[in-house]
């Protein structure tokens, strides 16, 4: 067996790994690793968890340790990741490793007070992982200087490219010196990002350890065809009622908002997670979900790529995407890390053709369960088989983030006025008189 140590990585960093439990190398990592540590250019693709923050970030980290110091706004190593929640978890990923070894890890993005950002960078920061709008709007200000920056990672570049954020990322690199070492990990390696490749990489080594199709073996699919809007909303009621963490996409944001409010009516702690919510909210959301006390989150895409976290046992296309890669984005957030995971569909009566067309792009073997000619489309046996849905029983749940109501029984324990005790002393005997 493969170890971290035989990749090249010092002990140090071998006994954090080990802490958390982690101890051999996912493919990606056996076979991009030593070439990162030894300064390369590295062109990276690999599915969803496959682990790609730690092939770039350990060896981000072993290169700068014991190679000087970074001064204020000057970092040494830069990391772009499209969204704030994917962001903020690299941070999370490398911060005990780099704090073994003397380095200090910095996340800026957006949703966060600008000026905390900035007093942040007063002091030496050796890695700076940020969002490509947040990291321009620092340069702008001449609060960020890229000019040291010797190594730069992108990761999720494909869905950078969707957002739209390349020429933010072309800008940034610009401000890179030229002979540094760059990284890119993706999932696809197609059109825009191609030409990112042949105009920053220089002579890259390409790792694959996986085809752009849904390709877990731990990871099962189905499709529900469940008739009309109605049948489908009370089968999603069932569904967000199960034991397990599950995450739930819909296409729009007033669609997640709108589902999430008849999920808490319902009874279920689900929580939303959309691009029009403030930073603090999101962090609560991904918060809640990872550590099980909110069990549902319902989001749009921009969580497809944004969310690793453990024992997601269930995805719901409650919306079936627009496109067979955020079908496989949106899949890759269960069945991490080798667990089993299920992934479901659900298809109204308008829906199947273009279900069916999405299904075949994205290489996948979807079980199919029609559904939409029983009584009760919500109650049948094969739904909750596969998904353990179960009727909700909870009362309903105020709007997240808002004190649930007091327990009625409490309330009623309560003195009334006339029960209260009247104030004693001269005011009292004045107000008798």
Same mark, same amino acid.
């Given at each position: 067996?493969?170890? #971290? ?13 080990? *802490? ?13 690793? +030593? ?15 496959? @682990?790609?923050?730690?092939? #770039? ?8 340790? =014991? ?34 070894? =003397? ?61 739209? #954020? ?37 002579? +890259? &080594? ?5 085809? &752009? ?10 499709? #529900? ?43 279920? *702690? ?76 659900? &298809? ?7 279900? @069916? ?18 009584? *009760? ?39 009334? +006025? ?16």
């Amino acid at each position: 067996m493969t170890t #971290f140590a035989d990749l090249g990585l010092p002990q140090r960093l071998v006994h954090v790994l080990r *802490n958390h439990g982690i101890t051999e190398p996912f493919p990606i990592q056996r076979a991009a690793i +030593p070439d990162a540590l030894a300064g390369k250019d590295v062109l990276g693709r690999g599915p969803t968890g496959s @682990g790609k923050t730690y092939t #770039f970030g350990l060896p981000m980290l072993v290169r700068l340790a =014991g190679t000087g110091a970074s001064k204020p706004a000057h970092p040494r190593a830069l990391i772009l990741a499209p969204t704030r929640e994917l962001a903020t978890q690299i941070h999370q990923r490398l911060d005990e490793p780099a704090a073994t070894l =003397g380095l200090r890890v910095l996340a800026v993005v957006g949703g966060v007070n600008i000026n905390h950002h900035i007093r942040s960078l007063a002091r030496p920061v050796d890695v700076l992982v940020a969002t490509p709008g947040r990291a321009q709007d620092l340069t702008n200000q001449g609060k960020l200087h890229l000019d040291e920056v010797r190594i730069t990672a992108l990761d999720e570049a494909d869905q950078m490219a969707d957002m739209g #954020f390349l020429p933010q990322v072309r800008k940034l690199l610009r401000l890179t010196p030229a002979q540094g070492q760059r990284m890119l990990f993706s999932a696809t390696l197609d059109g825009d990002v191609n030409k990112l490749v042949e105009q920053f990489l220089h002579d +890259p &080594v390409a790792h694959s350890t996986a085809p &752009v199709q849904a390709a877990v073996e731990s990871m099962s699919h189905h499709l #529900f065809f469940v008739g009309d809007r109605p049948a489908r909303n009370e089968v999603v009621l069932r569904i967000a009622a199960r034991q397990g963490k599950t995450i739930m996409f819909m296409r729009t944001k007033h669609g997640v908002d709108r589902q999430v409010k008849k999920l808490r009516r319902a009874g279920i *702690n689900a929580y939303p997670l959309h691009g029009d919510k403030g930073q603090g909210a999101r962090t609560r959301a991904i918060e809640g979900f990872a550590d099980g006390s909110v069990p549902v989150l319902v989001a749009t895409d921009i969580a497809a790529r944004g969310i690793d976290i453990a024992d997601v046992s269930l995805v719901v296309h409650v919306d079936p995407p627009a496109e067979h890669k955020a079908y496989l984005h949106r899949a890759g957030r269960t069945a991490r890390g080798g667990a089993a995971g299920t992934v479901i569909t659900l &298809v109204m009566d308008e829906q199947r053709k273009e279900v @069916g067309t999405l299904i075949k792009k994205a290489g996948v073997a979807a079980t199919e369960h029609d559904i939409s000619g029983r009584d *009760n489309p919500a109650g049948t046996p094969a739904l909750k088989e596969v998904t353990g849905a179960r009727k909700p029983n909870g009362p309903a749940l105020p709007p997240p983030g808002q004190a649930t109501p007091q327990n009625p029984a409490k309330t009623a324990k309560k003195k009334s +006025p006339s029960q209260r005790r009247r104030p004693s002393g001269r005011n009292t005997r004045r107000r008798d008189r």
